[in-house]
């Protein structure tokens, strides 16, 4: 349709038809089942507005789509198609690892592949928009949505951020197998005070906009379609009531043009919070700072007709916004065909397609680092190998955002290992569940009951004595035990924060157990986001954490530990030392007495007096099956002016007696600004892969561009100075090197 005839339709619809295009509502009002992620909309929402509702969350499978859209256009009175929504976060049905694993692999252009692939199935499903990316900067692994985040790094979550939205919106959103990427949750939301969700984040304008904003401004770049607003107050300001920042910064500096919307019920929440009296005003303020849709709530179509009517709201305002949401029908071709790609058949032919496991398992394996390894892995095939533990053969390894995974569809450890004959001495026991009872309320009421009834459905050779005897006795007659741990995949995501990092104590009982009777163990930990591992350093010889890995999780894993494919990743959030040091990221600043500094006395330095400053393992760190010396760094100037270059390099070479991939990662400190600056910033890396023996020289481009930054007067630019360089394996690597920007 043309932008003319567009507004020719919003003009001849009446203003409550208007207003019914801000409202989107779950599928489950066509089918009654209601409620999907928040609390359930109140009776405002009458029939008149869910037969004319511009858009849907939570509809998918082609034909019933085909069917409630086809219904749904002969009752609108403009005959205008729905917009169908659903999070599709880590696959649609071939799952990937979380978004953290994700951002594990250092690899943007893999993530891409996921996130296109994601999109043509859920496209041949029906669903037109995926609340993804999620591009929230993490530092608080207490926040259960730490899983949805691609980690602490600003410069890594842009790059993930604009690969995935190019994956799912590729060239042009109205081509085949494409959808609409919303990003979230605009803005701050990653950094709630004390990890607890929905919680108040207080951020100064400095930090907002040189730390957490670029992810945010990388996504917009490369052309997302939608923003979602975020639940929390962000200084004072509830995001979704904030004038200021969706218009001034949003629409105004960042230059959105797209829809945005909000969060569920979270413009109902602006009176909860209590920033307004009531949902009249809610409306209002809402509407002002340019929410276009309303997630789940009456609050939008009860209220804004009269808010247009008694001019509080001109109808120009209101105009904008329908406008938005009528242009993202448009581009995504859905007046011309409002079924776009949503076929039965092509469903049957993409949907778990060989190359989407593929795929998954690509992705997996590369998400997977590697630890600790006391010469644990790769496992031998002659050896007598025990796999023990409550995910050996778990397939609920998805992470909790997997809305339509199905168990069914996973590999787990052991069916990888029933389908291969290399290893022939491999036994498997479960030892535990995930959780005792008493932990049941680490998880949602549903999960904690899906639970029980499984245990309570098992005989007696499943009791949990026979389960723990038969672990026991499994571990000692091996000569490895590879231990499966970690977090239920409903510890992580939506409202699911915690003040404990440790894993469950059923497990960490069961980890001290099967180490009094065989101490070769490996840990292969399962987890939504960084843990206290401590205890799991203690006991175990090495350590592969394997975060949420998705539909080929088990075969991903087997062809790690047994050496097929080399571990890679690399963390993208630190693993704190324990609970009492996060909020932690690599990039702090120095302080007026660090900690290392001699000079100043032990007592009044910047340290706990009981545990280390550093992380247990830092950011960007991971271990591979061979090892790699660095030479020392060399750069091409000791002087670096505008418009100019410097090569920053040096030489790598795998000593080990296997094939392996490095991460070589450039960090840069500058020593002196009018706002300081971190003790390093990632600025750039590369995957090398090398052979035994093999060497490569490593070269590394530096150019002014790369050294600005928000300055004290809030302009955006570098300063003149000193900038320290390292290149080293993960951020722990000391400055080697020093040049001048003039
Ligand atoms: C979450 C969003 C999600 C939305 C729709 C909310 O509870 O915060 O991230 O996109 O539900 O499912």
Redesign the pocket.
């Given at each position: 349709m043309t932008q003319e005839k567009l507004v020719e339709l919003l003009h001849s619809m009446s203003l409550k038809e208007k207003v019914n295009q801000m409202l989107q509502v779950t599928t489950g009002f066509f089918t009654d089942e209601k409620m999907?992620?928040?609390p359930t909309a109140q009776g405002e929402i009458g029939e008149e507005n869910i037969s004319q509702a511009g858009s849907l969350?939570?509809l998918f499978g082609a034909e019933e789509y085909r069917k409630q859209q086809k219904a749904f256009m002969e009752k609108h009175p403009h005959h205008i198609p729905f917009l169908d929504m659903l999070?599709v976060i880590n696959g649609f049905r071939t799952i990937y690892p979380i978004p953290l694993g994700q951002g594990a692999t250092f690899n943007p252009d893999l993530m891409k592949k996921c996130a296109s692939m994601a999109a043509l199935e859920a496209s041949v499903s029906g669903i037109h928009v995926t609340?993804s990316p999620?591009v929230d900067l993490v530092r608080d692994a207490r926040w259960g949505r730490v899983m949805e985040s691609t980690g602490e790094d600003p410069m890594l979550n842009c790059e993930f951020a604009r690969a995935q939205v190019e994956g799912y919106q590729g060239r042009d959103v109205k081509e085949a197998g494409k959808i609409a990427a919303c990003v979230?949750?605009f803005a701050g939301y990653g950094a709630p005070v004390g990890g607890r969700e929905y919680n108040t984040v207080e951020l100064s304008e400095n930090t907002l906009m040189e730390y957490y904003l670029p992810a945010y401004q990388a996504a917009i770049e490369a052309g997302a379609e939608m923003v979602?607003t975020s639940?929390n107050t962000l200084n004072g300001i509830p995001s979704t009531g904030n004038q200021w920042l969706m218009q001034e910064i949003l629409r105004g500096k960042m230059g959105f043009q797209g829809v945005l919307i909000s969060?569920?019920a979270a413009i109902e929440e602006l009176c909860i919070h209590g920033f307004a009296a009531d949902r009249w005003e809610a409306a209002s303020l809402a509407a002002h700072a340019g929410v276009d849709i309303d997630?789940m709530t009456g609050v939008y179509c009860s209220k804004l007709p009269e808010l247009v009517e008694t001019q509080v709201l001109s109808e120009k305002l209101l105009d904008e916004a329908v406008l938005r949401i009528l242009t993202l029908k448009n581009k995504l071709g859905l007046f011309e065909n409002p079924y776009k790609d949503a076929d039965p058949e092509k469903e049957k032919e993409v949907i778990l397609c060989e190359e989407h496991r593929k795929l998954a398992r690509e992705a997996a394996e590369q998400s997977f680092v590697l630890l600790k390894n006391e010469e644990m892995l790769p496992l031998n095939p002659e050896e007598k190998i025990a796999i023990i533990g409550p995910f050996a053969e778990e397939k609920e390894i998805y992470g909790s955002w997997s809305i339509i995974a199905q168990a069914q569809d996973t590999v787990s450890i052991a069916d990888a290992v029933r389908t291969q004959t290399e290893f022939p001495h491999v036994s498997i026991a479960k030892g535990c569940e995930i959780l005792s009872p008493k932990e049941y309320c680490l998880v949602t009421q549903a999960e904690a009951e899906k639970i029980q009834q499984r245990v309570e459905q098992q005989d007696r050779t499943q009791s949990s004595k026979a389960l723990w005897k038969e672990a026991v006795k499994t571990a000692r007659k091996a000569d490895k035990v590879i231990l499966t741990l970690g977090e239920h995949k409903n510890m992580s995501g939506?409202a699911a924060s915690r003040a404990d990092l440790r894993i469950p104590k059923i497990q960490r009982k069961l980890l001290k157990e099967i180490y009094q009777m065989n101490p070769n163990i490996t840990v292969i930990l399962f987890t939504g986001r960084p843990l206290d591992l401590r205890q799991i350093e203690k006991y175990a010889k090495a350590i592969l954490v394997v975060w949420m890995p998705g539909t080929e999780g088990g075969n991903a894993i087997w062809n790690v530990i047994t050496g097929a494919v080399s571990p890679s990743g690399r963390l993208p959030m630190s693993f704190p030392y324990c609970v009492g040091q996060v909020p932690i990221s690599y990039n702090e600043y120095v302080t007026g007495r660090p900690c290392e500094d001699s000079s100043v006395s032990r007592e009044y330095r910047s340290n706990y007096r009981d545990i280390p400053n550093e992380p247990l393992y830092p950011f960007g760190y991971g271990l591979s099956y061979t090892q790699f010396l660095y030479s020392k760094l060399s750069l091409s100037s000791t002087v670096l002016k505008p418009g100019e270059k410097l090569e920053a390099s040096i030489v790598l070479r795998n000593i080990g007696d296997r094939e392996g991939t490095e991460t070589v990662q450039l960090y840069i400190r500058d020593c002196a600004g009018s706002v300081v600056r971190p003790k390093k910033e990632l600025k750039a890396y590369q995957k090398i892969t090398l052979a035994p023996d093999e060497e490569i020289t490593v070269r590394f481009e530096i150019t002014e561009e790369m050294l600005r930054f928000y300055r004290a007067d809030g302009s955006y630019g570098s300063e003149k100075g000193i900038m320290g360089v390292m290149i080293g394996k993960d951020s722990n690597i000391r400055e080697s090197a020093a040049f001048e920007l003039q």
């Open positions: 999907l992620t928040g969350i939570g999070d609340f999620m979230k949750h979602m639940f969060d569920w997630m939506e």
